[in-house]
């Protein structure tokens, strides 16, 4: 591996997300590389590999790249242009393909590194940072914020939560308050508490204000 790889990576996906606004920019991947190598370091997981695999998560995302999605050209490319062991390669795209929420279809990584990642990415998708990007996605989108008829739909399947178009204010009971208790690691589970209270002081402020409680 080389020695400067990281550098690299940080500098790979900084240009690949450079005009990217819809949630996942460069600084949403800056975040989870962080959170995850702090993750790691408590948990005693190999650091080269949840760091490439956080730096990497999203550069073949559907949502943004569905042309290199289905074989993770994009994470591949990169990966074998730097000299990257063929097993090295495969786990950190094993990693990477198993770090996404997909409902009830979502999975816990096999290896300590991808348990590593996927909690890095999922507590930045809840707290305040969480709460922004939700309404980000939902104002990208063309979202309402809520609706008050409409009810939230729990136990979606993988096609199914990819296909609903929930208002932002649902999308916290379809996803984001179902995180904290799936969190792999104690150290995320930590983290996850505190972010969880949050929100739920969040939401009670949220729909005091819709109800006009003042
Ligand atoms: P990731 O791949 O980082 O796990 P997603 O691609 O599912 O997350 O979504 C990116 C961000 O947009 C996350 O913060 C997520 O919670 C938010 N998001 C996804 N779907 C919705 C939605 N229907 N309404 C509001 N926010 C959403
Ligand atoms: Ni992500």
């Known amino acids: 591996m080389q020695p400067n790889i990281i550098e690299q990576a940080l500098a790979y996906v900084k240009a690949k997300f450079e005009n990217e606004y819809s949630g996942h ?7 989870v590389f962080k959170t995850a190598t702090a993750i790691a370091k408590e948990e005693g997981a190999n650091l080269k590999i949840v760091q490439l695999a956080s730096l990497l998560h999203d550069v073949d995302d559907v949502k943004l790249s569905p042309e290199t999605n289905e074989n993770l050209l994009n994470a591949r490319r990169f990966l074998e242009s730097h000299s990257i062991d063929t097993d090295t390669i495969s ?15 979502s999975v816990v990584p096999e290896t300590l590194e991808g348990q590593c990642v996927q909690d890095a990415d999922r507590l930045d998708a809840i707290g305040a940072i969480g709460i922004a990007r939700a309404f980000a996605y939902g104002g990208n989108h063309n979202r309402l914020m809520h ?4 009810k939230p739909r729990l136990n979606m399947t993988k096609d199914e939560y990819r296909s609903h178009k ?3 204010i649902n999308h916290f009971y379809e996803k984001l308050l179902l995180l904290p208790a799936l969190m792999n690691t104690s150290a995320a589970h930590k983290i996850a508490a505190h972010r969880e209270a949050f929100m739920q002081n969040y939401l009670a402020e949220f729909m005091n204000e819709w109800d006009g409680l003042l």
């Open 166 to 168: 929930s208002t932002t």
């Open 25 to 31: 920019d460069y600084f949403h991947t800056l975040r």
């Open 91 to 105: 786990t950190i795209c094993r990693i990477i393909r198993d770090v996404s929420f997909a409902g009830c279809d």
């Open 147 to 150: 609706h008050p008829d409409e």
